[in-house]
């Protein structure tokens, strides 16, 4: 990365109109380039805040179409958004997890979503009770701990299958984590993944409806509805239907969608989250099934369509209402300095919670590091009997901390979200991590959001 940001500041402070016209090797340009291009605006900004009042950008004459749309997309933004005052306004963020302990429910489901990541729908037996045992072993160590203060937030995750087949287990294992924490001064917050399609049935309404102070619920919505129908068994009516019908018992604030993508997706993914943006619930998230591979030549297009989504939440005024999370933002914080200047480590945790305090009981009786591994009985980090100290993994936290061998020289390697699924492959070491592009392109849009709001934004802003 050369330093030509410094001449331009040295134009601007001599009062000059300065002209930057794309580099000779522009055709050869790569997400790389682009973000030590969106990097060097950030130093210009930095020492001249109004620099784009005299600052030209001639439009590419080389390059692949790709290529060309985005750095125009890029400079025209600058123009367009740094005149904006809404970008000084407050975006409303979520407020701060104390803790969080995670449930299986069951395995079975109404369903039979094409990348469901639980490969086994079998019906099991409750474990409600061995469940609620091991979050008491939890818990009870957090408070010895002080992990949680009084008036903290604690969050459980009910994962299923779908949770709604079983309304009796859901409603016991309420009462069971009421009965463990007893009169202390917490908030507790139970948060039900659902396909949304038993939402209008009588004993999952009353269920809501009798805990609806503590409930919040995760839609799985995909998008447009010809994709979540060609994915999701043709459920998007009935889906959007248990949406609409949550939306007049809960809190907006309650309820949350998150569509799986793929590759395949990448032409369509500013389509799919404007739609599902524009169905009026205040957080979204549109993650990539976790074993895609999206190699790094997908960055730019990828790129592309993030920034069209962002740019739709902020032509439709949407900046205090979203929080942007549907692009993946929270992941890819304060990335410009620590990642480019390679200041951060390849991180020691997964994109599933591996390496943090997340540890989960499954219905085999054995304990796993998130709730991805639980329920398909993937890689167990130990069993677990009531009496006995959780099992720490340290042996897993170290196999995660191996960067694969092609990712060394990667200058964003510490954003990836290694999975532990993924990183078992003996193989592992050998290959290059599967979500270069994801990577790639939140890291743009993440320099490209730094330029408009003319500093970095906090980890709980995104």
Same mark, same amino acid.
Request: proline letters at 5%; hydrophobic letters at 40%.
């Given at each position: ?201 009588? &004993?999952?309404?009353?269920? !809501?409806?009798? %805990? ?6 995760? @839609?799985? *919505?995909? +998008? #447009? ?82 920034? &069209?989504?962002?740019?739709? !939440?902020?032509? %439709? ?6 929080? @942007?999370? *549907?692009? +993946? #933002? ?133």
């Amino acid at each position: 990365m050369n330093d030509w940001w410094k001449e331009v500041i040295e134009g601007i402070e001599a009062g000059d109109t300065v002209t930057i016209s794309p580099p000779d090797d522009f055709a050869g340009w790569t997400a790389r380039n682009f973000a030590e291009f969106l990097f060097q605006i950030i130093q210009i900004l930095r020492a001249q805040p109004y620099a784009f009042e005299r600052l030209n950008f001639i439009a590419p004459q080389t390059g692949s179409d790709e290529q060309r749309a985005l750095y125009e997309r890029l400079t025209r933004g600058f123009y367009k958004y740094l005149r904006v005052p809404m970008f000084q306004r407050r975006i409303w963020t979520e407020p701060k997890l104390d803790a969080e302990y995670v449930f299986v429910t069951n395995y079975d489901c109404n369903l039979e979503c094409s990348y469901c990541i639980q490969r086994c729908k079998r019906v099991e037996p409750s474990t409600i009770d061995a469940q609620l045992k091991f979050f008491k072993a939890l818990f009870e160590a957090d408070l010895s701990a002080g992990k949680i203060p009084d008036g903290g937030l604690i969050k459980f995750f009910c994962i299923g299958g779908e949770g709604f087949l079983h309304v009796d287990r859901l409603q016991h294992l309420v009462d069971g984590v009421h009965q463990i924490i007893g009169d202390r001064d917490v908030t507790l917050i139970f948060c039900v993944p659902t396909n949304g399609t038993l939402l209008l049935q009588p &004993d999952v309404q009353d269920f !809501i409806l009798r %805990n609806k102070k503590e409930i919040a619920l995760n @839609f799985s *919505i995909d +998008g #447009l509805p010809e994709k979540h129908n060609a994915g999701r068994c043709n459920s998007y009516d009935a889906a959007v239907a248990g949406l609409e019908w949550a939306k007049t018992v809960l809190s907006n604030k309650r309820l949350k969608i998150k569509a799986t993508m793929t590759r395949a997706d990448i032409p369509m993914y500013a389509a799919h989250c404007k739609h599902l943006l524009s169905l009026g619930v205040m957080k979204v998230r549109a993650n990539f099934d976790v074993l895609e591979e999206l190699p790094y030549e997908d960055s730019l297009e990828l790129a592309q369509q993030m920034i &069209d989504a962002f740019e739709w !939440i902020v032509d %439709n005024d949407r900046l205090d209402f979203y929080h @942007f999370d *549907i692009l +993946g #933002l929270r992941r890819n914080y304060n990335c410009y300095d620590r990642v480019l200047m390679k200041m951060e480590p390849w991180p020691t945790h997964g994109c599933t919670g591996w390496g943090s305090s997340k540890r989960v009981l499954g219905v085999d009786g054995k304990v796993y590091g998130c709730e991805n591994c639980a329920v398909n009985g993937h890689w167990p980090v130990g069993e677990w009997h009531e009496g006995e100290p959780v099992p720490d993994f340290i042996e897993q936290k170290n196999m995660l901390a191996q960067t694969p061998e092609p990712c060394e020289d990667c200058p964003v390697k510490a954003l990836c979200y290694t999975c532990a699924q993924v990183t078992t492959d003996p193989e592992w070491r050998k290959k290059r991590h599967p979500n270069c592009a994801l990577v790639w392109a939140t890291t743009l849009l993440r320099l490209y959001m730094t330029v408009l709001f003319k500093k970095s934004l906090p980890f709980d802003a995104c």
